[in-house]
């Protein structure tokens, strides 16, 4: 907690007096672009990867960065996702997941977290990645970890557009989605290519967008 304080402390000093302007104009409204989905993981900080400024993302953190389908019971991401299209109108919408995540370990090994009903629960909107992890494979185990967070990924694209905020977007070509993986050991953020079906590196996939800035 020391650490946080102290954090706090210097982002008023130093941080918050160099960005000033920014913050005084964030005071009064937001206009992201990005929707973006990632897990609560503690080593994956979204701001950072992208190099974005405050107000850039619009973030939504859940564990094992799971978007629900669409239903009538209300949820905190549910709610976000209409919030984020319907009003704050972004247009890319990224679902990031990342290495070595805990979540997914659960997602494939039911057993170790059968003693945390909600967290079991909750990851069972996993299953269809796993279906298809396990459809590959005689066995499954810790070399497939990738591969499943990389389908996760994928499926969680898949239940945002049951979204009625989301398929009215895509009817008519005003949102994209995008499936991510971040690379906790070597900093690389790698995107579904659906041609290839496979991730290639966000600089290769994006090499237009990048040309275009």
């Known amino acids: 907690m020391e650490k946080i304080i102290k954090g706090i ?6 941080d918050f ?20 989905i990632t897990c609560s ?15 850039d993302l619009f973030i939504c953190r859940n564990a094992g960065n799971i978007v629900p389908p669409h239903s009538m019971n209300t949820g905190g991401i549910t709610a976000s996702i209409e919030y984020a299209l319907e009003v704050l109108g972004v247009r890319e919408i990224i679902v990031c997941g990342h290495t070595d995540c805990g979540a997914m370990k659960g997602a494939m090994n039911p057993d170790s977290v059968k003693s945390l009903p909600h967290v079991s629960n909750w990851l069972g909107h996993s299953a269809a990645a ?11 185990g810790p070399d497939n970890l990738l591969e499943m967070i990389q389908e996760n990924a994928l499926s969680q694209l898949k239940h945002l557009e049951t979204h009625p905020s989301v398929a009215a977007k895509l009817a008519v070509g005003k949102v994209r989605l995008h499936a991510w993986v971040y ?10 290519d659906a041609k290839s079906d496979s991730y290639i590196p966000v600089e290769n996939w994006y090499a237009q967008d990048i040309k275009s800035a």
Do not use: W, Y
């Open 9 to 14: 402390a210097e982002f008023q000093k130093k």
């Open 17 to 36: 007096k160099e960005r000033e302007k920014l913050f005084k104009m964030l005071a009064s409204g937001q206009s992201p672009e990005v929707l973006f």
């Open 41 to 55: 993981d503690s080593r994956i900080d979204p701001g950072m990867i992208t190099q974005t400024d405050p107000g």
């Open 130 to 140: 796993l279906a298809r992890v396990k459809a590959r494979h005689n066995e499954i």
């Open 183 to 192: 690379d906790i050991a070597n900093g690389e953020v790698t995107c579904h």
